[in-house]
């Protein structure tokens, strides 16, 4: 059985930290539905109506795209020992660049990870609770350190000119560049 809520309690908020993994889901009219799954320590609750998290240059800039078409976002956490439970966090969001207003706000939750390009600040309009019986008990064995490793790697003129060309969803709605090296704020993330 499902049961609403209009804001995080306490007790979604202890779930929601003991997930290694949640899952973001977006859509826009005339697009494909996107839906990811997200590692690291990159979720944060900052309010009982206000979540965030730190988005890393990956595959694609679906969610960017989606958002500033739509704004709807769901965000599912699984609890993969015991008790069973899902938790889904339904909301408006946006992203934040690191040249924008609020970036040093947000940033200030979190730490900075290389390839990072953005932060979704999400406005919670409710949360829904369900069983969980039919999610599998799973342990975590350790955090892939693959993506990280490879944007501390990369060169930041290619990594640049990478995202440059992810102007737009794989639908072609348009999304704002997050190019933190045209923007003049590459960080160092070499120590």
């Known amino acids: 059985m499902a049961d609403f809520f209009d804001k995080l309690l306490p007790e979604h908020e202890a779930m929601i930290a003991a997930q290694p993994i949640f899952f973001v889901a977006t859509a826009a009219e005339g697009a494909r539905i996107n839906l990811s799954p997200k590692g690291y320590d990159a979720f944060r609750v900052l309010a009982p109506d206000r979540v965030a998290y730190l988005d890393l240059g990956g595959s694609g800039n679906e969610t960017n795209a989606h958002l500033l078409a739509d704004g709807r976002i769901t965000l599912m956490f699984c609890n993969f020992r015991q008790p069973a439970q899902i938790l889904r966090i339904y909301g408006r969001g946006e992203p934040v660049l690191p ?3 609020g970036w040093e706000e947000l940033a200030a939750h979190f ?21 969980g019986y039919g999610v599998p008990l799973m342990s975590l064995e350790r955090e892939r350190p693959t993506l990280v490793k490879h944007h501390a790697q990369a060169d930041p003129v290619e990594w640049a000119g990478k995202y440059r060309r992810r102007r737009e969803s794989i639908d072609g709605l ?18």
């Open 111 to 131: 730490t900075l990870l290389p390839g990072t390009r953005q932060i979704f600040d999400i406005r919670v309009e409710s949360v829904q609770t369900s069983c």
């Open 174 to 191: 348009p999304a704002r560049t997050t190019d933190r090296y045209i923007a003049g704020e590459m960080p160092d993330f070499s120590s």
């Open 99 to 101: 040249w924008e207003r």
